[in-house]
Structure formats: structure tokens, C-alpha cells
């Protein structure tokens, strides 16, 4: 059956997902892929055409390709060859290599990809109208309230019931606040400005810069068109956003770096006044957070939109088990994503802190440890498989058991011709023969539950999540 439903039918549909933006497109695809009916909805008229994000991360690859859709958004992005640090704004540089000379490990996708987030989700938006979907604009939520069986929804052009609602719907989230959920939010008063600009400098096209300068923290970041690349720069006195052009640009970078830039043809432009924070709560009842509604952090890490996706692509599955009869993978969902959530706003915050502290440690010594620092293997693999998110570690839970590998991402070394991942089962948990012996139970997120000597050595609790009809 295709899962699609027309705007406006009278009938119950298995979920509603709230936000057309990046998670909420996953949502939708997912649930199509599942066999869900699903509605997608924007209180928008169109499409954003900001730019917003920039780098998808080789976790959210995995979850693309997944989705079939990780060749086209690899096709409009640009590999980051490198990463060069200036510690204290002045060459030479701390070169970090990200393409193949770094360690990557066993990932398909080595490397960040510079992909504006308007054109990932045109891709999105695609790969959901080859399966039959359409984004519903002009239907923001206005209200909703729920029971055991569903949830009643209030839409700008009319009423939706569903069986599940996906709040998708970003950082001012109205679902969370109908939900009555708090985001426990702090608002540091610092100011980001990002400019995509053309540029006349002769840095490579492909290598993203970090000016560590006393007059703020600058970032150069290469995006998919040749000599296009996106500045964001941390103001760090409260000051009034500031008109961003060309000559302002070039300023600043050339006050800062004593790079002369050359900055023209000024693309998108932005001010972020930074803010992070997490959602107390990702679930009521039927009713789920997803994405920036349940969780806000600085421009810095580049992690926002991927683990908005990575959510919407766990929650999904989930769903999907729960409507076959297996609703025990449903209660991991929250227990899960908001310890990640929780890690990532932390540690995108401090290294937010550090990276833009001025006078609290001396600064040239912290110019000395990040150079040290930055040239040894350890550090670099943050920025690599960490960054990546290819290295994050589930606590025990429901959808987790306590055995070896259990709650770490599935290892994809080829197997003969084939990848690993490419015998797991894209849309159920299944059971994966190992080979060097035993079997390991997988989630098509590619999360380890358990590892076991064989079959029959699955717990009783992990084999009845299994049963499906
Ligand atoms: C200016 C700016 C710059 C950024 N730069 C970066 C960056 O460089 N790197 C990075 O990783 N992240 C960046 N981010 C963050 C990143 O864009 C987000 O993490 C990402 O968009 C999250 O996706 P999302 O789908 O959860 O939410 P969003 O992309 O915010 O999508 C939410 C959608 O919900 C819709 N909506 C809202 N309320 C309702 C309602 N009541 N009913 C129906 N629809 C509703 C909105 O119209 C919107 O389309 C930036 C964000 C901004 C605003």
C-alpha cells in the first residue's frame, strides 16, 4: 500500500509529522519506507531558501544510504580534503587531513560533506515525492490533544486524526510547548554572524580554516562551489548585529587573520545568537520531539541537522514495530536519543566555550596545547570518527542489552563482496550471523543490541522483541 494520504481525508492516518525540515522529511520518508500513512506539514508557504547547515556527517551518510537517498546528497556536496588550524590566527597552520589519509576506519563515507542544508533537503524532499509523498505547506499546528488510542490535531486548513504525532517542527517547537514540555534553554548572548561568500584568496577549495584570533573565533568553511565558502565568525562582545556585505566581511577576516579575502558576490547572510539547551522530555503519550525541537546548540559543531535526522531515522523504526506488535523498541526511543541529545549540547557547548574563550586562561598557553594537541593522532580522530558520530556508545535500556558491543554502532569491515551493513535488514531488527562466529541482533539504525555465542543464546526479553507478525 502506498502509505500516502491526501490532505483533508477523513480518515485516521498511522502518524503525523509536524516540520518539513530536515528531520521531519526523514520522518515522513521513513515512515513511507515502513508502510506508515503518514501526513507532512509546514506552517510555511514554501521552502526556506537559507542555507543554513552546512556539513553532513558520515553517521547521517549511513542513514541516507539507508533511506536510498546518500548518492544524490553526495552528489551535491563537496568532500572536506582537510581542516587547517591556526591556534593563534597566524600561519603556520595545524593541517588536519579528513579525506582518505585520515582515520576513518570502516565507514563508506570518509569525510564531512560541505552540503548546504536548503539542498539537502530539496534531495529529501525528492527521494519523498519518488514514494509518493508531498510536504503539505501552509498547515502549521495550532492545537492538539490526545488519548490512548491517538492523537486529535487542530491544522491550519483543517483537522488531522493520527495514531502518532512527530514534532519536527524546530527550536520554537509548538508541539513542545502544547505538550507542555519546558527546554531547559540558555541563552549566552553571543552572536555569530555566517556569510556565504565568493572569495579571490588562493586557499584550496576543497579546506576549511580555524582562525583562533584574541578578537573572536573564525571559521572558513569550503562549500560545493568552486571558491564558495561560508564564514561564521563569533562576535564575542554583545554588540548589534551588524550589517553583513562584502567590506565587512573582508574586515573582519583581515583584521582578525591578516588574510586579505577578497569577499564578493555575498550569498546567504545570518545572525545566530547562540543558544543550547535540550527538552526535558522527548515523548508524551503518542506525541514525540524530534530534532531541534528537542534539542539546540551553537552553529559550531555542524551536528544540528544530523542529529535531527539521526532521531527521525530512529524513531521511525520504532513506530513502525510497535504498529506490527512489537511496542517494546517504542520505550528506548526517549532513553536513548536524550542521553545523546544531552552529551551533544554538552559537548557542543564547551567546545564552544573553549573555542571562543578570551581572557579566562592565558592564551598563548592555549595556543602552545592546541598545536601540540591538534598534531596527534587522538585528538585528529576526534574530528574524524567522533565528529562523524560513528563512535557514539547507547547505555543498556530497553532497546539495549549488556553484552560486548551492545549499544555501539555495527562495525562495517567487507565480508567478501559485501559490507556487513549490507546484511542487515533496513527496516526491522534482525539477526546477523558474525564471521568469526556467533550473531549479533542489529537495529536497522545499525545500533548493536547484543552479541551472542549463536541463535539460540538470545535472552528471552531480546527474542520476543523479535517476534513481529
Ligand atoms: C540561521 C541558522 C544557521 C544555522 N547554521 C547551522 C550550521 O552551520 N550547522 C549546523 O549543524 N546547524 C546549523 N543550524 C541549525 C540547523 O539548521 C538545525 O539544527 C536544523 O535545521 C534542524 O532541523 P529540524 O528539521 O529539526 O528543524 P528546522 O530545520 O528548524 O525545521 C522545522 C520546520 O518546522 C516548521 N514549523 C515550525 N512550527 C510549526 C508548526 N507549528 N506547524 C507546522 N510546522 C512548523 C518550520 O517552518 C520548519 O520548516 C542553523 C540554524 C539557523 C536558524
Not at 513506530?319 to 536519543?337: D, F, H, N, T
Request: aromatic fraction near 6%; proline fraction near 7%; hydrophobic fraction near 40%.
Amino acid at each position: 500500500m502506498n502509505g500516502w494520504v491526501e490532505s483533508g481525508a477523513a480518515v485516521r492516518i498511522d502518524v503525523l509529522v509536524v516540520g518539513a525540515g530536515p528531520t521531519g522529511l526523514t520522518a515522513a520518508i521513513e515512515c513511507l519506507r515502513q508502510g506508515l500513512s503518514v501526513r507532512v506539514v509546514d506552517r510555511r508557504e514554501q521552502r526556506a531558501e537559507g542555507s543554513k547547515a552546512l556539513v553532513v556527517h558520515a553517521r547521517t551518510m549511513e542513514a541516507f544510504r539507508a533511506m536510498e537517498v546518500a548518492e544524490e546528497i553526495r552528489s551535491i556536496g563537496l568532500p572536506f580534503a582537510a581542516l587547517n588550524v591556526f591556534p593563534d590566527a597566524r600561519p603556520p597552520a595545524i593541517r588536519v587531513p579528513l579525506d582518505r589519509e585520515a582515520d576513518w576506519g570502516d565507514t563508506e563515507f570518509p569525510y564531512w560533506l560541505s552540503a548546504p542544508q536548503v539542498e539537502v533537503e530539496r534531495c529529501l524532499e525528492r527521494r519523498l515525492g519518488s514514494l509518493g509523498g508531498e510536504v503539505e505547506w501552509a498547515q502549521g499546528l495550532l492545537d492538539m490533544h490526545q488519548d490512548d488510542s491517538g492523537v486529535h490535531a487542530q491544522l491550519a486548513g483543517g483537522e488531522c486524526d493520527a495514531r502518532w504525532l512527530v514534532g519536527c517542527d524546530g527550536g520554537r517547537s509548538t508541539l513542545r510547548e502544547q505538550l507542555g514540555i519546558r527546554m531547559e534553554r540558555r541563552d549566552d548572548g553571543q552572536l555569530f554572524v555566517l556569510a556565504d561568500v565568493l572569495t579571490r584568496d588562493e586557499f584550496p577549495d576543497d579546506e576549511g580554516r580555524v582562525y583562533r584570533s584574541r578578537k573572536g573565533l573564525t571559521l572558513i568553511v569550503p562549500m560545493p562551489e568552486p571558491r564558495r565558502f561560508r564564514l561564521i565568525a563569533h562576535l564575542p562582545r554583545l554588540v548589534d548585529p551588524p550589517l553583513i556585505d562584502a567590506s565587512f566581511v573582508d574586515q573582519l577576516v583581515l583584521d582578525r587573520t591578516g588574510v586579505a579575502l577578497g569577499a564578493h558576490s555575498v550569498g546567504w547572510t545570518s545572525h545566530v545568537f547562540l543558544s543550547h539547551g535540550q527538552s526535558q522530555k522527548m515523548r508524551r503519550g503518542r506525541a514525540f520531539l524530534a530534532g531541534d525541537a528537542a534539542h539546540l546548540h551553537s552553529p559550531v559543531g555542524g551536528q544540528g541537522l544530523n542529529a535531527g535526522v539521526q532521531d527521525a531515522h530512529d524513531l521511525i523504526w520504532k513506530i513502525a514495530a510497535a504498529e506490527r506488535g512489537a511496542p517494546g523498541w517504542l520505550e528506548s526511543y526517549e532513553a536513548e536519543r536524550s542521553v545523546l541529545a544531552g552529551r551533544l549540547v554538552r559537548a557542543v557547548t564547551l567546545a564552544t566555550r573553549v573555542m571562543t574563550l578570551q581572557r579566562l586562561v592565558p592564551w598563548a598557553l592555549t595556543a602552545r596545547v592546541a598545536r601540540i594537541a591538534l598534531s596527534t593522532g587522538p585528538l585528529q580522530r576526534q574530528l574524524t570518527r567522533r565528529m562523524g558520530m560513528l563512535e557514539q556508545k547507547l547505555p543498556p535500556g530497553p532497546g539495549v542489552d549488556k553484552t560486548p558491543w551492545a549499544g555501539r554502532r555495527l562495525p562495517n569491515p567487507f565480508v567478501g563482496e559485501q559490507r556487513m551493513h549490507d546484511r542487515i535488514d533496513p527496516l526491522r531488527p534482525s539477526i546477523v550471523e558474525l564471521p568469526e562466529g556467533g550473531v549479533v541482533v542489529v537495529r536497522p539504525d545499525r545500533v548493536v543490541v547484543g552479541r551472542y555465542p549463536s541463535a539460540t543464546a538470545i535472552p528471552p526479553r531480546i527474542q520476543s522483541l523479535l517476534v513481529e507478525p
